[in-house]
């Protein structure tokens, strides 16, 4: 005990009782004493507090317990949860709502690139069809095998129409200066069959541009030449209709 002598850590009664042993003059435990003092005077030079008073061990330990009772009743205020590990949750929010998005931004993107190259398909489908409908007017219009056929009016202040027919590519019929219809009323191509009895067949549907011209393209008649004996033109309400609903204004023989 002879260090916690030196340090001043023992209690009174200890204390009291090491000092009357000392003042019986007893030479070793004099000399132990003295290196103890030495020793824990060393050790000053390290640890300063290292020879607390009883009053002050006391009032340390009272401290130490009282924080200890505030950190455990301040414990649940704060969810347990350290603020480096909110600070962390709060960072993952805001990753997570970035990453949310930029995956939307990303999937808007795709969707717009998507639309953007179906339009361009779109248009270039569009270009093909009418650089193919081109194509086949001009065959049908140039090739000596293509049959004329002149659609005469029934009024004389109207120009007659021509058509020609090829027998594997259709029949291009063509107009210039032809009186637009009124309204929403469309000119419509009839093709009258050979067979005694027969009912007009309807084909397609036209209007004129301001200038009066048109080229229509049949690419698919509804029957064949052969058997054909006429075309003919009538107005009719827009979208056409499935027998004629007006006397014909061209008619044409297929010969
Ligand atoms: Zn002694």
């Known amino acids: 005990m002879f260090e916690g002598y030196a340090l001043g850590a023992l209690d009174a009664g200890e204390r009291a009782a090491l000092e009357a042993h000392l003042a019986t003059g ?28 009883d009053m ?31 600070a962390g949750v709060a960072a993952l929010f805001v990753f997570s709502i970035y990453s949310a998005w930029n995956a939307e931004r990303l999937r808007r993107d795709i969707r717009a690139t998507n639309e953007r190259a179906a339009a361009i398909l779109k248009q270039r489908q569009d270009l093909e069809a009418q650089l193919e409908s081109a194509k086949r007017e001009a065959v049908i219009l140039t090739d000596p095998a293509s049959v004329n056929i002149a659609l005469a009016s029934n009024d004389p202040k109207t120009p007659p129409l021509e058509a020609k027919w090829h027998s594997k590519l259709g029949i291009v019929l063509t107009g210039q200066n032809v009186p637009v219809p009124s309204g929403n009323r469309v000119l419509q191509l009839w093709l009258i069959p050979k067979t005694p009895g027969g009912k007009p067949i309807p084909s397609l549907t036209l209007r004129p541009d301001t200038e009066g011209k048109f ?27 499935l027998q004629p609903t007006t006397t014909p204004r061209w008619v044409g023989g297929v010969s």
């Open 215 to 241: 080229v229509l393209l049949v690419s698919n008649p509804p029957e064949l030449m052969a058997r054909t004996k006429a075309l003919a033109i009538t107005e009719e309400p827009e979208g056409g209709s």
């Open 56 to 86: 002050l061990k006391g009032h340390l330990m009272q401290t130490v317990r009282a924080e200890a009772q505030a950190a455990k009743r301040s414990t649940p205020s704060n969810g347990g949860i350290p603020f480096w590990m909110w």
């Open 26 to 53: 007893c030479q070793d435990c004099a000399k132990a004493v003295a290196e103890a003092r030495w020793l824990v005077s060393q050790l000053a030079y390290l640890a300063p507090e290292a020879a607390p008073s």
